[in-house]
């Protein structure tokens, strides 16, 4: 019977995540285009996307204590609904979204925070070691099967209207979705509140845990290399492509070709492959970039996406497994998940933020398009810097998995 509704639990939550995920997909794949019509700007992107960076790892840490004293689930809501909510304020001032930049990436960051601390913390409480594999490939399904038909959809709807009708109808639609996914929320059960919220215990596992400083060292690497692609290859898509329908099309190919690789990723790779799988996962990653030096197009730059694609489960992979593999390594850190899970977004954090950094100081320089196609080369070396700090931790693993 408990098992019954476990599972019930778990597939009403993955519900909820794929109605988020959907209208994510359907008007986030082309926010960053909507600000950049307004003022053609790489630098003000990059500063929207530091905003939402600042608030997404500070509503990880402020919301910790919410999630792990109280409800969790109120938590999820919250994220929803405020995600709803800026996609509202979008609507009403329209073009004049533009001269909001920090309030509407500081609302959009916490509004991601707080859905994710709170979906991460109840989904590894209603699954376990024993199901969480079979549940993880559904999740990722879903975000793969989201990503190929909400950027496609809302791309042909924008491509079709003229002026900015076609976005304020997608925005319209993942304002409605937003709202049914809280509606679903309310059949899930409250949780159970945990012992005290440790304010500082991220900081106390870095100074204490070596593995912890590793994994935080590994995942600062992979946020380096995250903050910027997250929102410029879109960009280069759309402004070599110059219109939504082929930046749709670019999202529905990558994320096809993601299904198939994650899929194959999650049937044949096992721990006993991580450290050589990261390791050739990176150095592939940095060689789908060497076509944009000859050439910035659609295509070099579909070969790129259907590359990373093809390649990044090989190197993300070995990179979630080891965080979390570590939360549930002891009774004391399973206890301590909810701090741990801030410790992870706030290692990803950093260095999202310090990736967009070097990114704006760049620019701020030299803004020709060989200067950005050179920046995208050396901060896509940052997975292998992953690999070279959690290569023993990795090691490791292997020998607790023998073929």
């Not at 001032?93 to 959009?108: K, R, T």
């Not at 899929?263 to 450290?275: E, L, V």
């Amino acid at each position: 019977m408990k098992a019954a509704s476990t599972k019930v639990q778990a597939s009403l939550l993955l519900g909820v995540n794929g109605l988020f995920l959907l209208a994510g997909a359907l008007s986030g794949t082309f926010l960053n285009v909507y600000l950049w019509k307004s003022r053609q700007d790489y630098m003000m992107i990059g500063w929207f996307t530091v905003a939402q960076q600042i608030a997404l790892g500070l509503s990880f840490w402020l919301a910790g204590k919410w999630v792990k004293e109280r409800n969790k689930m109120n938590a999820l809501r919250t994220g929803i609904a405020v995600s709803g909510l800026f996609y509202l304020i979008v609507l009403g001032i329209g073009g004049n979204a533009i001269q909001y930049i920090w309030p509407l990436g500081l609302l959009l960051g916490v509004a991601i925070g707080l859905f994710w601390l709170a979906f991460n913390i109840v989904y590894f409480e209603i699954t376990d070691a024993a199901n969480r594999d079979f549940w993880n490939g559904w999740m990722g399904l879903l975000g793969s099967l989201t990503g190929i038909v909400g950027p496609w959809a809302s791309g042909r709807l924008i491509s079709s209207l003229s002026g900015d009708r076609g976005y304020r109808i997608v925005f319209m639609i993942s304002l409605g979705i937003y709202g049914a996914a809280v509606g679903l929320s309310f059949f899930l059960k409250k949780r159970k509140s945990e012992a005290d919220y440790g304010w500082l215990e991220p900081w106390r596992q870095l100074k204490g845990s070596g593995q912890w400083r590793r994994v935080a060292a590994g995942l600062f690497f992979q946020g380096l290399r995250e903050g910027v692609f997250s929102f410029l290859i879109g960009l280069l898509v759309f402004v070599a492509a110059k219109e939504e329908s082929k930046l749709g099309q670019f999202a529905l190919v990558t994320s096809a070709v993601s299904l198939v690789s994650y899929w194959i990723a999650g049937k044949f790779f096992k721990p006993t492959y991580r450290s050589a799988g990261m390791l050739i996962g990176g150095v592939l990653l940095v060689g789908v970039i060497t076509p944009l030096l000859w050439q910035v197009n659609y295509g070099t730059l579909l070969i790129m996406g259907m590359g990373t694609s093809l390649f990044i489960p090989l190197y993300m992979l070995p990179m979630t497994s080891t965080s979390f593999d570590l939360i549930g390594a002891s009774e004391e850190s399973v206890s301590n998940r909810v701090e741990l899970v801030v410790l992870r977004e706030l290692s990803l954090m950093c260095g999202r933020i310090l990736g967009i950094l070097v990114f704006i100081a760049v620019l701020s320089v030299n803004r020709s398009p060989r200067t950005i196609t050179v920046l995208l080369l050396v901060l896509g070396f940052a997975p292998l810097g992953s690999w070279l700090v959690l290569r023993r931790s990795l090691s490791r693993q292997e020998d607790r998995h023998p073929v």
